[in-house]
């Protein structure tokens, strides 16, 4: 499983369901359990500092027009769609994020989830 680190309020629209595409200025051919990890930025009144959802990534391709309700925000050039699934909200488990993606712990990665991530 790999996780990726976000700002909030980015994290906790995916862990509602709301955010479906999360995007970036570089594409990733890893597919499977994605850990999305809410960044200690404080934000309002929403969860920091550690995993808040389990997704499920199964492709990640440019990002087009049609794709900025599901991303939450405007095309931008270089962007690429990570395309999410199956997302379901975890209670805070705290852990220091990283830059990219990223391999949570083995003890943090026993407190997931993902054998019920369905593809």
């Known amino acids: 499983m790999?996780?990726?680190?976000?700002?909030?309020?980015?994290?906790?629209?995916?862990?509602?369901?709301?955010?479906t595409i999360e995007t970036r200025t570089w594409r990733t051919r890893y597919r499977g359990a994605l850990a999305i990890h809410a960044s200690a930025r404080p934000h309002d009144d929403l969860p920091t500092g550690g995993i808040i959802a389990i997704a499920?990534?199964?492709?990640?391709?440019?990002?087009?027009?049609?794709?900025?309700?599901?991303?939450?925000?405007?095309?931008?050039?270089?962007?690429?769609?990570?395309?999410?699934?199956d997302v379901q909200p975890v209670p805070l488990i705290p852990c220091k994020g990283m830059l990219g993606l990223w391999t949570p712990s083995e003890d943090i990665a026993r407190m997931l989830p993902s054998a019920q991530l369905m593809t």
């Open 2 to 19: 790999k996780a990726l680190s976000l700002r909030q309020p980015w994290a906790s629209l995916i862990a509602d369901g709301r955010k």
């Open 56 to 85: 499920w990534l199964y492709d990640c391709r440019p990002m087009a027009a049609d794709d900025e309700a599901h991303a939450c925000i405007p095309l931008y050039d270089g962007a690429y769609a990570w395309l999410l699934s």
